[in-house]
């Protein structure tokens, strides 16, 4: 699945503040062309590894290539990258459109790109209405969605945003993931750090970040797997003793709990299997949680 | 780093003006401040100098001769290091005449546009002499001839206080809000974010710096041109040079004080620690930039820190302009050499200051 050229490769990492290790040996690739998902709780060192991306701090060891580039070169190329900081970079004093502007002069966006771009990029972040408002008078989850539509003015193939969609309503969080995800199809590569599990399943790949380690990395249903999480089908039964007695003598894995049988599933497809031994008088599935993944892999190392 | 690219220094500086033009506030200080401080100092300095203005150069030996003119009540006496302090002093209007004691006799220098001040300190002088020469006669040793003084005369003005101080003020108000401006401006840019967002875009800090100075620019020649209009019309102060010269020397001392504030504001964390710094940056270079006392009167180890400080070429630059007509070849050197250099140190300094990389 993984393209041959990743479009940043980290290899041992280090970044100390004072006597803080912010990163440990940090290894990890991010292919280009998808969408990666970057958790942790805070203070973990997410926003860190972005800034060490980009070179806005120095790095106390390892190596680390972005766009094919050592980092040592990276501002060659900063007109390929789009980064949205964690404190959102917006000029209040200016309108909506000044501050897109603004940015689309920054890079060089001639007059009828820049044009088109903006009222693209307005449309999608929902804003076309609120153009020549203050920047300053938006409510947050405004300001946050003008910034992010200011990262995105030039086009850049590899985006690094340092949580996106914090306190965007849920309606445009999903625009914004479908956007991402066509930019990843046409062979971007967007870096994402959020607290959201929800949002990290949306992406190709999710990697977990503990202290400045990497915990875990891969698919959601990788790290599911990794993390002994299976769903779980839930019965309500006539006679709950005797059914769960009979699915265990068939090899289930089988709980009860309040008169409630559950099944750990090692596929979906068992579903049908387990239909045909017991007549439930109600079911339900219950997916397994990212989030219980991660935790489960965090408390193990 | 890119070459640096005019278009982004166009957009910067668009930016800059965009947004200054919006703050009202700001738009309203830059332009009514310098008309409230003017009108202030025109009626608290405004009418004739009181009193005779006469500079004394002690190379010693005239002790009653001394003594009897520092006694003299309407007499202001300033003491000067050398004769062609006092010589240039008198030329521009700022004394009104000098006395130069020393070893080899008394010389006298005089102005010879207020004839009625001269004859006064010609008086005082002689009468000073004639004290001495009795002090001489009575201890035994008669000197004689060498007593006598020599008078010269030197062609000067005579000035009203407004004059002298009014051009001055218009560097000091350019100087002083350009400097907090930029400084909060900078400080912003960091505390917003958008510092960081430029460091990684194609844009260079050289670029930063000089779209800043382009837009600002702007703001100053609307300041300039305000100020010059009312020192000159409300004032009477004269306009002998031509006001694009004086422009341009105001256009150099704001560029100045922009890189300066910038620079500065790597020292403070917030727009409160900028306001701070007024009395470090700022009042230093009222005391001592020979607006309201001729820098010959400054104590001489602290000349040369105010032959370091860009308001003093700029206030000297600008009374040359506005009082005796001086063109762009008349202030080259020093004043707008020593205002070019000090843009060009603390262009760099501001720019090196804005690093990219933290720790
Ligand atoms: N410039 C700095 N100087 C000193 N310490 C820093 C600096 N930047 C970050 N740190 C420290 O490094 C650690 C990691 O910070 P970082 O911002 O990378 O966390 P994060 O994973 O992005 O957290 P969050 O989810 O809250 O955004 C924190 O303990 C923080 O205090
Ligand atoms: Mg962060």
């Known amino acids: 699945m993984r393209e041959i050229e990743p479009a940043i490769s980290a290899r041992g990492v280090t970044k100390s503040f004072g006597r803080q290790r912010v990163l440990d040996s940090l290894t990890v690739d991010i292919p280009s062309g998808v969408t990666y998902c970057l958790l942790g709780p805070n203070g973990s060192g997410k926003t860190t590894f972005i800034r060490a991306i980009v070179r806005l701090l120095r790095l106390d060891g390892g190596e680390m290539s972005v766009l094919g580039r050592p980092v040592s070169e990276v501002d060659k190329i900063y007109s390929k990258i789009g980064y949205m900081t964690q404190h959102k970079a917006l000029y209040p004093d200016l309108t909506v459109q000044e501050n897109m502007e603004f940015y689309a002069g920054l890079y060089g966006l001639k007059k009828q790109q820049r044009e088109a771009r903006l009222e693209e990029l307005l449309e999608m972040v929902d804003l076309s209405l609120h153009r020549s408002r203050l920047a300053g008078a938006l409510s947050g989850g405004m300001y946050q969605r003008l910034s992010l539509a200011c990262t995105l003015i030039h086009e850049p193939e590899l985006l690094l945003l340092d949580e996106p969609t914090v306190g965007v309503d849920p309606r445009l969080r999903q625009t914004f993931w479908e956007y991402f995800n066509r930019l990843a199809g046409e062979g971007k590569t967007v870096l994402i750090t959020t607290h959201l599990m929800d949002e990290a399943e949306k992406c190709r790949m999710v990697g977990y970040m503990r202290a400045g380690r990497m915990v875990a990395e891969g698919t959601p249903e990788e790290i599911l797997h990794l993390a002994g999480l299976r769903p779980i089908l839930k019965l309500w039964l006539a006679e709950p003793e005797r059914d769960a007695a009979q699915l265990q003598a068939q090899g289930y894995e089988i709980e009860v709990e309040d008169g409630v049988v559950q099944v750990r599933l090692e596929s979906h497809a068992q579903i049908k299997e387990v239909l045909t031994s017991v007549s439930p008088l109600d079911m339900r599935l219950a997916e397994p949680k990212l989030e219980e993944a991660f935790l489960r892999l965090s408390e193990a190392t | ?359």
């Open chain 2, 1 to 359: 780093m890119n070459r640096p690219a005019a278009g982004r220094v166009g957009v910067v500086a668009l930016r800059v003006v965009r947004q200054l033009k919006r703050d009202r506030r700001t738009i309203g200080l830059i332009v009514f401040a310098p008309i409230v401080l003017m009108i202030l100092f025109g009626y608290a300095l405004s009418g004739d100098m009181s009193g005779v203005h006469l500079g004394l150069v002690d190379g010693g030996g005239h002790d009653a001769l001394r003594a009897h003119l520092v006694s003299i009540q309407d007499f202001d006496i300033l003491r000067l290091g050398s004769e062609s302090d006092a010589e240039r002093l008198i030329s521009e209007g700022r004394l009104d005449g000098a006395a130069v004691l020393g070893p080899d006799g008394v010389r006298v220098l005089l102005d010879a546009s207020s004839l009625q001040i001269s004859g006064a300190i010609v008086a005082a002088v002689q009468a000073g002499t004639a004290t001495e020469r009795a002090g001489q006669e009575t201890t035994g040793r008669t000197k004689g001839a060498e007593s006598a003084f020599v008078s010269r005369y030197i062609f000067g003005y005579d000035l009203k206080m407004m004059d002298t101080v009014g051009p001055a003020i218009l560097g000091l108000v350019v100087f002083f809000f350009t400097f907090i401006n930029a400084a909060i401006a900078f400080i912003r840019e960091r505390s917003q974010g958008t510092l960081e967002k430029f460091m990684v875009s194609p844009l260079s800090r050289v670029e930063m710096v000089s779209g800043y100075v382009l837009g600002f620019s702007l703001f100053t020649i609307l300041q300039s041109a305000t100020t010059l209009f009312v020192v000159t019309t409300l004032f009477g102060v004269p306009l002998r040079g031509s006001p694009l010269t004086a422009m341009a020397v105001v256009l150099l001392l704001g560029a100045g004080a922009l890189v300066l504030g910038a620079f500065f504001s790597n020292f403070a964390r917030s727009e409160f620690q900028v306001v701070q710094f007024i009395p470090l940056i700022i009042t230093p270079q009222i005391v001592l930039c020979g607006i309201w006392w001729p820098l010959q009167s400054v104590p001489e180890f602290i000349r040369p820190f105010s032959y370091m400080l860009p308001l003093t070429y700029a206030a000297h630059a600008l009374r040359a302009v506005m009082l005796k007509g001086a063109g762009v070849a008349d202030i080259l050197y020093p004043d707008l050499l020593a205002l070019g250099i000090f843009f060009l140190i603390f262009f760099a300094a501001a720019t090196l200051m804005l690093r990219r990389e933290v720790a």
